[in-house]
């Protein structure tokens, strides 16, 4: 479970959230190393923040306009990526700091890798996924070949509703989603409300369905969102080109 008021995590969707991965080694390295590459190409400088799970502090790094960094991770890795105009304060991303989210489970279930673009907490900025040297022979992804190393995107982020607007200093820095403005069970899918078939997609969360379909959208949302791949490693763009 990586986003705050995310209910299902993108294990769910195969049944076993809490199952330990059953093995550290790449599909195309012996010692396991998987690498992620941060793309900025923004018209702005970016500090990205990275948070492994189960860490309560983020890592933060600067990443200037037209640049890259590398990052080599355990090949067992869990956590989430995301960025934020440099110059502002970068907290975790969550309710009530959304930002558009890059999500990673290394070496689940079959030693596959599953992966995710969420706006489940909300979003500020356009993204996209991209293994790198993905194996679809490999990869059988449940919810369809669409999903087998494919390339998660949102390149143009939906027009925030006014109500949902998070502003800071003046300016528009993000989206809340529905579930983490006004907490109700029909935006979060919790007390009774809290399975698939009590909770569908809410007018909110179509809405950036309709223009993102690719971007997890609220806690049940798993079968048009998740994507599975055996890869060296994955590209995460930041503001990628439409």
């Known amino acids: 479970m990586y986003t705050s008021l995310k209910l299902v995590s993108i294990a769910a969707l195969i049944g ?6 059953t093995s550290s080694s790449s599909s195309s390295s012996n010692n396991g190393d998987v690498k992620i590459i941060i793309k900025n190409q923004c018209d702005y400088d970016l500090s990205v923040g990275k948070l492994d799970n189960g860490v309560s502090f983020p890592e ?3 990443v200037s306009q037209g640049s890259s960094k590398t990052y080599d991770l355990h090949g067992q890795w869990q956590g989430r990526f995301w960025g934020r105009e440099a110059g502002n304060e970068n907290p975790t991303a969550g309710a009530a700091n959304p930002a558009s989210l890059a999500e990673f489970t290394f070496k689940g279930h079959g030693g596959h890798d599953y992966y995710d673009v ?3 907490d909300g979003y500020n900025i356009p993204i996209r996924i991209d293994p790198i040297h993905g194996n679809k022979k490999t990869s059988h992804a449940d919810n369809g070949d669409h999903y087998t190393c494919g390339a998660p995107t949102c390149s143009n982020v939906p027009k925030c509703p006014d109500e949902l607007k998070v502003i800071k200093n003046g300016k528009e820095v993000g989206c809340q989603s ?3 403005k006004f907490g109700t069970e029909e935006y979060c899918c919790s007390g009774n409300k809290n399975t698939p078939d009590t909770c569908p997609a809410n007018e909110y969360s179509k809405k950036v369905k309709n223009e993102c379909p690719d971007v997890y959208t609220y806690a049940y949302d798993d079968m048009t969102s998740t994507f599975m791949c ?13």
Not at 16 to 21: D, E, I, R, W
């Open 118 to 120: 969420s706006f489940v």
């Open 178 to 180: 529905a579930c983490s």
């Open 16 to 21: 076993f959230a809490t199952a330990a991965p």
């Open 230 to 242: 055996q890869s060296e490693g994955y590209t995460v763009t930041f503001c990628p080109s439409s």
């Open 60 to 62: 933060l790094s600067d």
